[in-house]
């Protein structure tokens, strides 16, 4: 088996984090007995600084037509204020390639990192759908009279048919394919009542389709306490995009924090890019300190996507060791650097 894997190392900590998963998917292929290509694309803010550019035709097209999956580092950088460059390569792809799949894994592996009192990893563990190309993150609207008193700003949240529906089911299919129980469903329809009651409807049509899982709705804010107050209630979400936003980055402190925070991006069967979420954090580009780890677990869901669901869980495995062991960052407690953090992952790879 060969997969051709796109790289884009990204801002700041990018290249430097998205170098270790490399590392750590090299050998597993070649223990696994399968083979990756990498191809390095150059995009990013020195692209941009150099020639303005932000998402070439020759970039995106590769990325469409030549490559199994993306593998993206931070995007960000100070040199850029207005970071026009991160939201035309991330937002370009999410929309241009249609990844309507925001699947943001919430594993918390050691307790000791989890901000919940008396919580375990038996009680941690759900998966987050997250719409990702509708919403209130497509741009539609406009200001009237801007910088005046009488200045009127209007966004409008897109909901469709189609995409509510294509979220659910991916849910659903996710869950019965894992052996997941039940699925939340999150909205504000009590108070958003035309675009939420389509995903009341949708949701209640594409749930009976799978009887064996329990489906259940819950508004946004009630399923934000909830998570806090008993996150072992949730097994799979699924939410629209500004509030599927929310959601995972208080999964992703409730796991232990955003340095162990892994997702992806994905159109099932076609397109997938996988990107750890953490910031590019300029501050500390190469100082050799940056916490590898969620990059690394990034790289173990591509190589799931990819059918390497055993190396996924090997991966995982070697990180839970590393974090019990402290053989971590210093913002995790540990005293060790970018580059002996994944040594310690990749020793322990087995």
Not at 87 to 95: A, E, K, S, T
Not at 178 to 193: E, I, L, P, Y
Not at 212 to 234: G, W
Request: charged fraction near 25%; aromatic fraction near 6%.
């Amino acid at each position: 088996m060969h997969h051709r894997i796109a790289l884009i190392p990204g801002d700041g900590i990018g290249p430097e984090v998205i170098a270790q998963a490399v590392r750590v998917v090299d050998a597993l292929a070649k223990d696994g007995g399968f083979t990756v290509a990498w191809t390095t694309l150059d995009v990013g803010a020195d692209r941009y600084l150099r020639d303005g550019a932000t998402l070439p035709d020759e970039a995106f097209a590769f990325l469409r037509d030549e490559s199994d999956a993306v593998l993206l580092g931070a995007l960000g950088d100070p040199r850029v204020p207005s970071n026009v460059h991160a939201r035309d390569i991330l937002l370009g792809l999410r929309f241009r390639l249609d990844l309507y799949v925001n699947f943001r894994p919430v594993k918390l592996l050691d307790a000791r990192f989890c901000p919940l009192k008396d919580k375990t990893p038996d009680d941690v563990d759900m998966v987050v759908f997250r719409e990702n190309t509708e919403g209130l993150y497509t741009g539609i609207g406009g200001q009237f009279k801007r910088d005046t008193d009488d200045e009127v700003a209007i966004e409008a949240e897109l909901n469709t048919r189609k995409g509510v529906e294509r979220i659910i089911r991916a849910a659903f299919e996710y869950a019965r394919a894992h052996g997941r129980g039940s699925v939340c469903m999150s909205d504000k329809s009590n108070a958003m009542r035309h675009g939420h009651d389509l995903w009341q409807r949708v949701f209640k049509i594409v749930a009976a389709e799978y009887p064996e899982i329990k489906s259940f709705h819950l508004f946004v804010d009630v399923l934000t306490m909830e998570m806090v107050r008993a996150p072992e209630r949730f097994e799979v979400i699924v939410t629209n995009n500004l509030f599927g936003d929310i959601v995972t980055d208080l999964g992703a402190q409730i796991q232990g924090g955003i340095g162990l925070a892994a997702s992806a991006n994905v159109h099932p069967g076609k397109h997938a890019l996988f990107e750890p979420v953490h910031g590019s954090a300029p501050e500390l580009a190469g100082k050799g300190v940056a916490n590898p780890l969620a990059a690394i677990l990034t790289a173990g869901w591509m190589l799931e996507h990819l059918g390497h669901a055993d190396c996924n869980a090997r991966i995982h495995a070697a990180v839970t060791q590393a974090l019990a062991a402290g053989d971590v960052t210093r913002e995790l407690g540990g005293t060790l650097g970018t580059v002996e953090v994944a040594d310690r992952v990749l020793a322990r790879l087995v």
